[in-house]
């Protein structure tokens, strides 16, 4: 069967990654309903806390091609770099950063992964995150 092309798009992305401190590189591809894709990596910073996890950079481009209401699915992919992937879901910070797009959007969103053996994984936000906090 033919890869994912949201996950070939976050594994693409994950080349691109900025994480020379943790030497873990995580790569996001956001799909708009529409089809159009955004794309993400983590990028650190050697002030530690200012490093931005995958999950918001990505969200942050795609709030700029298509907007977070249009936000439909995810697909995130990490590992160490020049390794192999390993199966990886959102940090806790990220999950309410997806959960926005949600709220905005008015639906869940399906969020997918691979590992290195290419074993498929996939949520959504609302188990990942249920009763997420919006006002
Ligand atoms: N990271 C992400 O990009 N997404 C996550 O959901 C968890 C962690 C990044 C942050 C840091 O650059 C590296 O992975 C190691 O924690």
Redesign the pocket.
Known sequence: MAEDRLIEAAMAAREK?Y?P??G???G?AIESASGEIALG????NASYPL???????ALAAAQQAFGLDNVVRMA?V?GPKGAELVA????G??RQAIAEAATVAGYDIAVIGRDGEGNLSETCISKLLPGWFTF
Not at 41 to 44: D, L
Not at 51 to 57: F, I, T
Not at 88 to 91: E, K, M, N, V
């Open positions: 990654s994480s401190y943790s873990f590189a995580v996001c990596a983590n990028m650190e490093g931005v996890c995958a999950e918001q950079a995130i990490g990886i879901t959102p940090c910070g990220c």
